[in-house]
């Protein structure tokens, strides 16, 4: 066949769902020589991603390292782990992930009951506790913390209290809410919590940092039947991130080495300061929205900082703005999905891309489109 | 918490059963900026990939792409596309991969029946058509073609012309032995087949080429019941990888731009021609070993070129032999597993590692660690 040419991407500002744009320094850190992944200096390493993890998600659980995935292994993980046939659970659902979470915990076996409120809305502890008097033995009630698909920050910390309350466990989806707002993970007394790396972490897509409670341990090592799944079972994966070391699959040695730039990144620069600087440059953006008359149309007070969902006018072509944007301006935002296909763009101001500057260079290219 | 200092990885010679070195080209693509996972340009190097993957594995099949997870997650992705709760399987075992096989495909509800040999030999027609005749409706038949536990070749052509004349599909592991030495898809009317990035092909790990015959799709796409990974779902994924584009997961980007590339320079070197490195330094290592009273143990004339199983002589304590070779040369070779913990050395010869200076190193190094 006709060889390819080496792939040379442009270059793009990523303020769409994610991925994000990455630190230098982390895509210096992909570039290095590999190490094998049971060598004493990886090893090393491992432990050193397992501390700062814990650092940035408030947590001390020992259980805590990221799956060989993306985000949704990370979910997927999560409901294997915890979920046997049969099982019920409780699950938010306000946007594509809450929907999606349904998706995999059916087919681990649950009884799902899905707590629904209209995307752009968030999910209530009231919902939650009428849910609660319906269903007899929950497992696990489960809330998507930021929804990327719909820009609504639901509060935890209620709903945390009503699932233990109930004698169930916490499950959190902070893939997009991690590194960017409050992500509190010990405080909030969450048991079983994915993230990804391609949003407010700002390392490229490829790994899914968890970590699960000694709660949530117990009731995957005292589980009845198998995990389903070989790949992402906790009791084969905590002996190779455990102390033993037993070789399990070959950890993404390149993607670990970004990570763990990325982290570093993280704590030198504060998780309070990274958090006040995405909710500065968040309200900059919103402002400037206002000034050529657009709106976030996601529940007041309940917009998220890293990701806005910008209501499209009337009139407007949304995906000839969007490929304009991409085109004459190398800027890359996202379009809705599901519901709001049509409805919103989603601007992101994640991690690394969460800057004035960003903000300045979309609003002035909206401006030339939208001729305001 | 104190932020460790960044990491900076010794200059190893990786020559153990993977990763191996990864070329310096390969490297500098993973440190490319990120584009977004639906930007054109990246749907059109993904098209890139979806060919060069079928030049590189001999095979006309449409859905042929990267899975987003290492070697066992595309284990995991044939097992869990194909097998519905109460299918029979036949699998062979002869070391670590295909005793892991059983697992994962009893996890999917299979009713597994295994043809064992010892490890370090291989799985003979005579074999499975004897298993064929005691299983009533196969599902499947699945052959690990390179043990990278035990440094076994089984051939295949036999073995799937025997599953097809029962009704069954041929499921290939082909990990270890994918661009270094002959894998020809179509030619062995395989069926399903995974690989991993990390051996021969020699990107970092982090995903698994899999390529699925239409037979193959059929089945994955008529099933009865859903497929119990999400995240693995061969119906889902293939709106992705399709003309549809639909968004499923994010795309691991950088380990995307990797497998570009190491693909680019399998294709640009020759199959034919990277095969026959693979065996010349295998040939160069064994008389080496063998100037040195080392033997290769796996069955002769099965011996892979690409991972070579070194028998351990009596009275030698191979850990401190390969400490030795990690702290004082900086050369990584592997361990045993299983029923050959302690009684080998595994030494890898996979792609960009498989040079004359490798072998050359190796030797020299075992020489003065032995005193031969």
């Known amino acids: 066949m006709q060889v390819p040419p080496v792939f040379n991407p442009p270059p793009r500002r990523l303020l769409g769902p994610g991925p994000s744009d990455v630190a230098p320094s982390v895509l210096e850190a992909m570039s290095l020589p590999l190490v094998g992944h049971l060598d004493p200096v990886f090893v090393k390493m491992m432990e050193e991603i397992k501390a700062m993890q814990r650092a940035v998600m408030l947590t001390k659980n020992e259980m805590t390292f990221p799956v060989s995935g993306t985000g949704s292994a990370g979910m997927e993980f999560c409901c294997v782990n915890l979920i046997e046939p049969g099982d019920e659970v409780i699950i938010g659902v306000n946007g594509v992930f809450g929907t999606r979470m349904c998706d995999v915990a059916e087919r681990c076996g649950a009884k799902v009951t899905k707590v629904e409120s209209a995307w752009g809305t968030i999910i209530t502890p009231e919902q939650i506790a009428d849910a609660l008097k319906k269903v007899s033995k929950p497992k696990f009630v489960a809330i998507v913390h930021a929804e990327t698909s719909t820009g609504a920050l639901t509060p935890v910390e209620e709903i945390s209290k009503l699932a233990h309350a109930a004698g169930a466990l916490m499950l959190l989806d902070c893939v997009t809410s991690l590194a960017g707002c409050p992500v509190r993970i010990d405080d909030w007394n969450v048991d079983a919590v994915y993230s990804g790396t391609q949003?407010?972490?700002?390392?490229?897509?490829?790994?899914?940092?968890?970590?699960?409670?000694?709660?949530?341990?117990?009731?995957?090592?005292?589980?009845?039947?198998?995990?389903?799944?070989?790949?992402?079972?906790?009791?084969?994966?905590?002996?190779?991130?455990?102390?033993?070391?037993?070789?399990?699959?070959?950890?993404?040695?390149?993607?670990?080495?970004?990570?763990?730039?990325?982290?570093?990144?993280?704590?030198?620069?504060?998780?309070?300061?990274?958090?006040?600087?995405?909710?500065?440059?968040?309200?900059?953006?919103?402002?400037?929205?206002?000034?050529?008359?657009?709106?976030?149309?996601?529940?007041?007070?309940?917009?998220?900082?890293?990701?806005?969902?910008?209501g499209v006018p009337a009139g407007v072509d949304e995906l000839a703005v969007r490929k304009h944007l991409l085109t004459d301006y190398n800027i890359e935002i996202g379009a809705g999905l599901g519901p709001l296909k049509g409805k919103i763009w989603r601007i992101g101001l994640m991690g690394e891309a969460s800057t004035k500057e960003n903000v300045d260079a979309v609003l002035g290219a909206l401006r030339k489109i939208l001729k305001k």
């Open 199 to 310: 949003k407010c972490l700002s390392a490229p897509p490829g790994l899914s940092p968890v970590s699960l409670s000694p709660r949530a341990m117990e009731v995957a090592t005292k589980r009845k039947t198998k995990v389903q799944s070989w790949y992402l079972d906790v009791n084969l994966l905590s002996a190779y991130w455990g102390q033993e070391r037993v070789y399990h699959h070959t950890a993404p040695i390149s993607m670990t080495y970004g990570l763990h730039e990325a982290l570093r990144r993280v704590l030198l620069e504060g998780l309070e300061n990274r958090w006040h600087r995405h909710e500065q440059n968040h309200l900059a953006l919103k402002k400037g929205l206002a000034e050529i008359g657009l709106e976030i149309v996601s529940q007041a007070g309940h917009q998220l900082w890293q990701l806005n969902a910008v």
